[in-house]
């Protein structure tokens, strides 16, 4: 999927159920932070969400 000129909301996995909401427009996409990124992106895929998604787990903070 190319990712240009796209617009990446990045939220936390605790606002998994408004992300949609939030990248639910033309050229957008999501970026979920936190240790269950993982789940929160398999969950937006089981709810229709076609848009680009990353998992960032924050491994790299403290």
């Not at 992300?19 to 050229?27: N, S």
């Not at 996409?29 to 240790?35: A, C, K």
């Not at 269950?36 to 960032?56: E, I, K, N, Q």
Request: net charge positive; hydrophobic share 35%.
């Amino acid at each position: 999927m190319d990712l240009h000129e796209r617009l990446l909301v990045q939220v936390s996995t605790r606002d998994v159920y408004e992300a949609t909401t939030l990248a639910g427009h033309p050229g957008s996409g999501l970026v979920f932070t936190g240790l269950a990124a993982h789940d929160a992106v398999r969950m937006v895929r089981r709810r229709g969400y076609d848009g680009p998604l990353l998992a960032d787990r924050r491994r790299y903070r403290d």
